[in-house]
């Protein structure tokens, strides 16, 4: 296939057929859309995110921070973008926040097989900064393409701006977490950040570590039920 007729298939929403489609030749220099069904594998995102110079972002980087966890999972964590020790590895969710991350996954018997974990942006915005909408929107592509390889059943979004950026639900984090939403065919938990519970420890009852433990056991619960109608 040309380089014509593979740039002629950006902007389909369905996936194209990937017989002699050639991932090396997707630019990694413009703003120009990812077509759908360009990757085969995720290795191939990592190298493309690591030479990406779709945004500003990438100015700052060190590392591209594309997943980690299973391939095989069935829950699949998006947070928002990458911080210093994520930037750091090029491994999401390693500092502070991931630590908390683990342990709320833990209290639900969950561990790191069980769960790929990604984020919005593959590159970290300067100082922790949340990614601008045309951040987010440039690498969609990316987490696009991850979602549709791993294909999970269960979604979790971890604050305002995952939930945007992914589904285009506007709504405040503290309105919509803990309900399941549709996106796409996959059910959606909004849930608090984690870095959003580091910064309000109480574990009061209707505190955000409280809400936390609830909505972490709905994941739990369909999790269990998706399980046992894979197993009929
Ligand atoms: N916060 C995120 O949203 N993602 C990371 O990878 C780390 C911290």
């Excluded at 915005?125 to 696009?144: H, Q």
Aim: proline share 7%; charged share 25%.
């Amino acid at each position: 296939m040309s380089l014509e007729e593979q740039i002629s298939l950006f902007g389909q929403s369905e996936p194209a057929a990937a017989t002699n489609f050639d991932p090396e030749l997707i630019p990694t220099d413009g703003s120009l859309p990812i077509p759908p069904g360009s990757y085969s594998d995720i290795a191939t995102i990592v190298r493309h995110c690591n030479s990406c110079v779709r945004c500003e972002l990438a100015a700052g980087r060190t590392h591209a921070v594309v997943g980690r966890g299973s391939e095989n999972a069935k829950i699949m964590i998006v947070g928002e973008g990458p911080g210093q020790h994520e930037d750091e590895t090029g491994i999401p969710f390693v500092g502070r926040s991931g630590q908390l991350l683990e342990k709320i996954l833990e209290s639900v018997r969950l561990t790191e097989d069980d769960v790929y974990i990604s984020n919005i942006v593959k590159c970290r915005p300067p100082g922790n900064r949340t990614p601008t909408t045309e951040e987010a929107d440039i690498c969609k592509g990316y987490l696009l393409e991850q979602i549709r390889m791993i294909d999970p059943k269960i979604i979790l979004l971890t604050g305002a701006t995952a939930v945007r950026s992914l589904t285009g639900n506007k709504q405040g984090i503290t309105k919509i977490r803990g309900e399941w939403l549709s996106w796409n065919g996959r059910d959606c938990m909004p849930i608090f950040h984690p870095a959003y519970l580091l910064r309000n420890p109480s574990r009061d009852k209707g505190s955000p570590k409280w809400l936390m433990w609830q909505d972490i056991q709905k994941v739990r619960q369909r999790y269990d039920e998706l399980m046992a109608e894979a197993a009929v």
